[in-house]
């Protein structure tokens, strides 16, 4: 009897102890979250503070999510959107007839609305023509003129080359901006100034500043004058005589009927020359055979004819 309630008491001090173990172990643990959620919130607002000023600064219009793109985008130069190319071609083409082929040449430039340039002519030992011309045609029409070119015979050596000076032409734009400026500060220090000395070395300043604009501006009109109008230049040359020296070598019935006709002019011509220079004599001969004739002989005195005795009649009768 008196084991049994020696064991309840026991059963009932281990309950105690447990339920006190697990009260301290949830306090503590509730102590260690709430600790470590406030901690937790204290880290996290410096980085969202350093989050929100890096996304003020980088930020793009339209709440991009790529803020180095947005920022590389905000503080990259602006593109240039006309680019500036200058264009040159080079054609050797062999015709039949160079005059004709040239005439075609500056119309198809003129009708394009270009001009013609340099020209030279030459011969070279064989007989053969050979021009050499310089076209310049617009930009927009360059592919259309240079095909019609190399079609007008048969095509010997082509070359093309495109250069682009779209940055130069940017680079020049910039650079007379800012000695306009230049010029425009000079001239207004010049209004200001007292001193004879002040203004003699600003006069000197502005005559240097102003050649330095002027050759801006000439090669900005080199460069316009480049890129709005393409160069093409044309040779073109005669066809070879090895055809013409092959019809020499077999001649056919109209070569001797043209020879022929060769020969009997040139024998005619011969002729002519030797009747012309016979023609004085024999107008000489006649000239003194006329007077002879008319003034000489009649003066002459004549000579008696003798008669001849006739036969005497009885001349047989005697010797008889």
Known sequence: MRTPRSVRPAHA????????????????????????????KAAAAP???????????QGAPGGSADGSAGGAEATAPPKATVSHIIRTASLTVRVEDVPKALDEARATTENAGGYVGNET?????????????????????YA????????AGRLVERRAKAEDVTDQVVDVESRIKSQRASVARVRELMDRAT???????????????QANLESLLA????????????????????????????????PGFVDALAGGWDVFLTLLRWLTVVLGAVLPFAAVAALLVLVWLKAVRPL???????????????GRGDED
Not at 126 to 139: C, D, F, I, M, S
Not at 144 to 150: G, K, Q, R, W
Not at 195 to 209: A, I, N, Q
Not at 302 to 309: C, L
């Open 195 to 209: 001193k004879l000395s002040d203004v003699v070395t600003l006069e000197g300043e502005l005559s240097t500043r």
């Open 144 to 151: 259309e003129v240079l095909a019609d070119l190399e079609g």
């Open 13 to 40: 001090l281990a309950g105690v102890l447990l339920a006190a173990a697990l009260a301290v172990g949830g306090c503590s643990a509730g102590a260690d979250s709430a600790g470590s959620g406030g901690d937790d």
């Open 300 to 314: 002459l005195p004549r000579r008696p004819r003798t008669a001849t005795p006739p036969p005497a009649a009885g």
């Open 219 to 250: 090669q900005q009109a080199s460069l316009k004058d480049r890129t709005s109008l393409a160069t093409i230049t044309l040779s073109l040359s005669g066809t070879s005589a090895e055809k013409t020296q092959k019809d020499d070598d077999d």
């Open 121 to 141: 002519t030459r011969r070279d030992e064989e007989g053969r023509e050979h021009t050499r011309v310089v076209l310049r045609v617009p930009v927009d029409r």
């Open 47 to 57: 980085a969202e503070g350093a989050a929100a000023d890096a996304h003020g600064k």
